[in-house]
Structures are given as C-alpha cells and as structure tokens.
C-alpha cells in the first residue's frame, strides 16, 4: 500500500488469475462518491447495495436529468449508468458530463441489458470508461468501477470521503 499526493492511496495485490502481467495490480481503495443512474427501482437497489457493501457512498437517481443534476451539484469520483432510460438516455448523460467543466473528467461506467446498436454507439462514443451487459456478475461491476477510477485523472480523495461519512 503507498500513498501518492493528490492521488489518494492505492492498494497492490498479486493476483495469480491474470497470467501475462508482471501479477501486480493497482487499484484504488473503493469509498469514493459514486452516483447510481438506474430507472429500474428494483435494479437499482441490488446494485446499490453491491456497491455500498464495497465502500462506495451511492445517491441514487431514477433517470439521466436526476443524474446529471447530481453530478453537477456534488464531487462524484464516478458515475454508473443504465444506457437505456425514459427520458435523458445514459448516453445523453455521458456526453453532457463530458462536455460540461468541472465535471468532464469524471468517468461514466455505462451498463446495459441492450446488446444493439445503443451499445454500439456507446463503446464507440469515448463517453464511458466501460460498457457492460446485464446481468451483470457483480465482481464485474465492482472491477470495472475501480479500472475507471484508477484510470480517471480525477483521484478520489481519502480525506473528503471520510470526512462526509462522519
């Protein structure tokens, strides 16, 4: 475990099942602010749950308008989101984030039980650190939350994190 300034601390692992590399992986500590955009209530509960039994501190938001306006009023260190929702598509969130300061280098995580053209767009779009296909096995997700952070130059910042959760 090492600390670097600014970059919050990062945990390094062997990791036996990922032949070809050197078995070290870096991966942020999870417990960040994450924003979960489902309009599935019952989805979104399971994945809220999955990811607040990793650390995560989840708000929930029903749709892309909801979820956009939580990305603009808090400090999220990721977004999660269905592609394929009534009204502001996750599609049309990712590219609002992108394009909006202060928010543009926060990563979207885009999951979706739509196999067409709509994943299509959004793995080609640039919008989305991944793009996953429900059902989703949880380890999945929560390994494709952490590549996201871990890749984003936005670090979670240990220090805000836990001052909220007191």
Known sequence: MHERPGSGTALAWVDGMNPGT????????????????????????????????????????????AGLGLVRSMSADVVVTDLRMPGMSGLELAREVEKSPGIERVPVVAITSDTSALRAVAERSGWFASVLTKPLAPADLLEAVREAIAESPKPIDPLRSRSRAE
């Open 22 to 65: 050197n078995g070290f992986d870096e991966v942020p500590l999870a417990g960040g602010h994450l924003i979960l955009v489902e309009d599935d209530p019952a989805v979104r509960g399971v994945l809220a749950l999955l990811l607040r039994s990793d650390g995560w501190r989840v708000v929930e938001a029903a749709d892309g308008r």
